[in-house]
């Protein structure tokens, strides 16, 4: 069983320009979310996809959208970034969205510097 | 809105120490609880679970009890090893959200040989 796959592992863009963060969910699961890990702190809910639909979301501004894909896979895009954008980026994986299947499998993370 | 509180760490104890770390959350409902760690250089991992009060979660030594009464589920392990130092973050689901996470800040554990 292949876990949960996050490209690529490091980053570093300039304030004001835009990036694509990848994942590839775990076998059998189609929900993908997103969190933001600032150093030091929680990782922080940005939002859900289920069946290529967004399905819940933080509060995050617009700039931060996302993508999934027929094969369950998902990208995050943040564009205009700013300073503040710099942190861990994490991908989780679940079997459904139902309540009864809450349990998320996370990636290593993209760790993304905004300078 | 929903929130999990848990102690500040870091924390430091010797090998076989008594393990306790505090979390008490905010929810409304009855929201799902969990311990999430994050070991040095590796993704979170799931670490133990409970759904409703009075639930028992436990996985490697480690414990941890839903307390509805007083909103709490503190992680506890009886003997603690050089291998369990890392970051453990206590998180909710809330009831009417089951799409996300509510983590807490995280405790940073590090244990002395």
């Known amino acids: 069983e292949t876990g949960v796959t996050q490209s690529p592992t490091h980053l570093i863009k300039t304030r004001g320009q835009q990036v694509t963060l990848r994942c590839s969910s775990q076998s059998g699961h189609n929900t993908v979310s997103w969190y933001q890990q600032a150093l030091g702190q929680g990782p922080q809910f940005i939002f859900q996809y289920y069946r290529e639909e967004e399905n819940g979301r933080g509060n995050f501004p617009p700039r931060f959208s996302g993508l999934q894909f027929p094969n369950y896979s998902s990208e995050l895009n943040v564009n205009a970034l700013e300073l503040d954008d710099s942190a861990l980026y994490l991908c989780a994986s679940s079997q459904d969205r139902a309540r009864n299947s809450y349990e998320q499998y996370f990636g290593p993370g993209t760790r993304l510097t905004v300078t | 809105g929903d929130s999990v509180t848990q102690m500040e760490g870091p924390v430091t104890l010797s090998e076989e120490a008594f393990l306790t770390i505090n979390c008490t959350y905010t929810a409304t409902g009855y929201p799902s609880l969990f311990w999430y760690v994050q070991y040095p250089g590796e993704g979170l991992q799931l670490l133990l679970k409970?759904?409703?009060?009075?639930d028992k979660g436990s996985n490697k030594g480690f414990e941890a009890t839903y307390r509805k009464e007083t909103t709490s589920f503190h992680l506890e392990k009886g003997s603690v090893q050089v291998s369990d130092s890392a970051v453990y973050f206590c998180?909710?689901?809330?009831?009417?959200?089951?799409?996300?996470?509510?983590f807490g800040s995280g405790t940073r554990l590090s244990i002395r040989p």
């Open positions: 409970a759904t409703k009060a009075d």
């Open positions: 998180a909710l689901t809330p009831y009417s959200s089951a799409s996300k996470i509510i």
